[in-house]
Structures are given as C-alpha cells and as structure tokens.
C-alpha cells in the first residue's frame, strides 16, 4: 500500500475545498496513509483580465498540474471537469469523476430581483460564451460585461463592477457554503450547463496500479456516464471555451437523456437537440447527437464564431 499520495490542485478556495474533499476521503478509506496537497498555478490563474475565450479556452486550468503529474511530481490530480479539454494527454486518463453537485447555472443579482425583474438593459457579468449566448436568444438586451477571477473574486465585482447581476455554476457556490447569495436557480432545460459541470475528475497516470484501486472508490458511475456523453459530444464538435456549447446528460435508470446546444454570440442562431439510449451508449450517444447538430447547420455556426475570436 502506498504510503503517501501528493495530490494536485490550482490554489483558488474552490479547487482547495475539492482537493480537500479528496483528501478526506482517501484518508477515511486509508488511514495510515499521508495525503498532502501541491498548489500549482495554472496559465488561466495567472491571465485574469482576458476572457477565456481569447487565450486558447479549457487547457488553461490543467495544463502545468497535468505536467506535474506526467514528471510524477504529483501522484493525482482533482480538477473541475468542466474546465477539463475534451482530450486527455498521452500517459494521463481520468480514473474516476465523482457524484455531481448540482450542475445547474445560477443567478446572483445585486438587489435580489429575478432574471424577469431585471431592467432590459440590465448588466450581466460573465465570461462564458454558453451562458452569454443562451441568456441573449432570450434577452437580447442585456449588456453583457466580462467577468473573470474565482468565485469570491466575481461576487465582489457584483458590487465594484456595478453589475446588475452575475450567472455562475451552483455547485461552487454551494460547496463554499454561499447558498444564500443564490437568487435564482436556471432551469436546466433553459440554460444548459458546461459539458461536466458539478463534478469532480481525478487524473493518474495510466496503469497506475497504485492509485486506480484507491481512486476508483470516488468513483460514481452514473456520473461517469452522464459526464463520458456530454464529453463525447463536445469532442465530436471540437469544443472549448471559444465557442457558445453546451450538453447535458440526464440518467434514469438504465436510460441517458442528453441535450446538446451550439449558439452564435448573438444568441442567434441557437441549435438544441436531445436524444435518448441505454447508459451502455453513453459515447455513441454523445457522438450521434454532436453529428445531428452539425447536420442542422451547427457546423456554420461554430466556423463563424471562430473566424470572429
């Protein structure tokens, strides 16, 4: 058994609590075992006043801790699997992507007003094209203003930024214990949320026979499924953060439900789809509804969208 594990994670009060929460479940699982964490700054930590979709999108979160991991300075990894590319580097796989939080988007608003209380033109801080795109088909008189930094960074500007209101995940806001501040939670059928959004992937090196038996306890499989479709989706259409996507996989029982959105920065045009199979279908589900997109014109959409970054 080993007798201790270094585990990798940026250094923003989210990414420590998931990290921490890893920790306290491999230590629960093995006591005897000494975990500690490694704080690597990511390229995305360090650009702050760009949007993501200028500076080269997902990769920016992972990249220096999946190298830290490959020079076996660390011996796994937690990330958001939402910030996570849609390929994996050689020698590197996900081992285990744990129970989702809530994957929904939220509202935070300065004055406690819903979404259909805001003033028309109201300001909206984010700098997700997703979240953009999908709010603007439905109100296309928000000004949207770019909103970068970690959470307790984007709650602050809420107020310094003069914004109306910010659209944020849920998941990081119920794990730093800020539920309160949520006014609104958005349908997920309304705005779709990021491809993995609410859990957690851990990554090791391949065929690790150390850590694969240790991790593969964190291991939830609904998630795993629902998580491998929408990454499956986002693959097929050669996703990342420059460009307005979304998908989302809903399991019942046997069955994956998974919706999948690609947008102009408009709003306009906006493709959605849904298909449904058994859970064993989880990639080819994914793969197949990313193909009836591009068939729908979604193709046209996304080329536009990058001749334009």
Not at 37 to 45: C, H
Not at 94 to 117: H, N, W, Y
Not at 243 to 266: D, E, Q, S
């Amino acid at each position: 058994m080993k007798q201790s594990i270094v585990i990798g994670t940026r250094g923003s009060a989210l990414a420590l609590w998931q990290a921490k929460w890893v920790k306290s479940k491999i230590t629960t699982l093995y006591p005897d075992t000494q975990v500690s964490l490694e704080i690597i700054k990511t390229q995305g930590d360090k650009i702050l006043d760009v949007p993501l979709a200028k500076i080269g999108g997902k990769g920016l979160f992972v990249k220096e801790i999946e190298t830290a991991l490959l020079e076996k300075r660390i011996d796994l990894a937690v990330h958001s699997m939402k910030d996570m590319p849609s390929e994996i580097p050689d020698g590197l796989c996900l081992g285990a992507i744990t129970k989702r939080e809530s994957p929904q988007d939220v509202l935070v608003s300065r004055t406690g007003k819903l979404m259909k209380d805001l003033p028309q033109n109201a300001r909206m801080g984010t700098s997700s094209l997703r979240r953009s795109s999908q709010l603007l088909n439905e109100f296309p008189n928000l000004q949207i203003i770019p909103l970068r930094g970690n959470l307790d960074t984007r709650l602050k500007k809420l107020e310094t930024e003069n914004l109306d209101a910010i659209i944020v995940a849920a998941a990081g806001v119920i794990r730093l214990g800020l539920e309160d501040r949520i006014t609104q939670y958005f349908d997920k059928e309304f705005i779709i949320p990021a491809v993995g959004q609410g859990a957690l992937g851990i990554e090791i090196r391949n065929n690790d026979q150390e850590m694969t038996p240790i991790i593969d306890h964190l291991n939830d499989s609904v998630t795993h499924a629902a998580v491998t479709s929408e990454r499956a989706f986002l693959h097929q259409l050669e996703g990342g953060c420059q460009v307005p996507i979304a998908a989302h996989a809903m399991v019942t029982h046997n069955a994956i439900r998974l919706i999948g959105m690609v947008a102009g920065l408009t709003g306009k045009p906006l493709i959605r789809q849904e298909i449904s199979g058994n859970i064993n279908n989880a990639e080819l589900l994914g793969q197949t509804l990313a193909k009836r997109l591009l068939d729908s014109g979604a193709g046209k959409i996304l080329d536009q969208v990058l001749s334009m970054s």
